[in-house]
């Protein structure tokens, strides 16, 4: 199980993309959060074994319909054992 702390930035909101990433989150049994900020990029927190988050990844890098992801950033973290994938709101930073 490994963690990966993902940011992904160009058109990503207004398009549904955090609700493509749960949709797509939930297909591959990743695990974690993901949430619009304030700077217009999109948070992603994701929890799965290596193999199924490489897929999860491959989503990141295009997202629904409608997206244009023009940079994606990702570094590993601390395991937080999430139970399910959620759509937060906003973050307030």
Known sequence: MKHLDINVQ???QGVGFRYATKA???QL???GTVKNEKDGSVSIEAEADEALLDL???FCHEGPEGAEVTSLQQHE???????NFEVLKRGLF
């Open 10 to 12: 160009g058109k990503v």
């Open 77 to 83: 973290g601390e395991l937080k054992n999430y139970r």
């Open 56 to 58: 999860f990844l491959d």
């Open 29 to 31: 049994g990743v695990r």
């Open 24 to 26: 797509t989150a939930d």
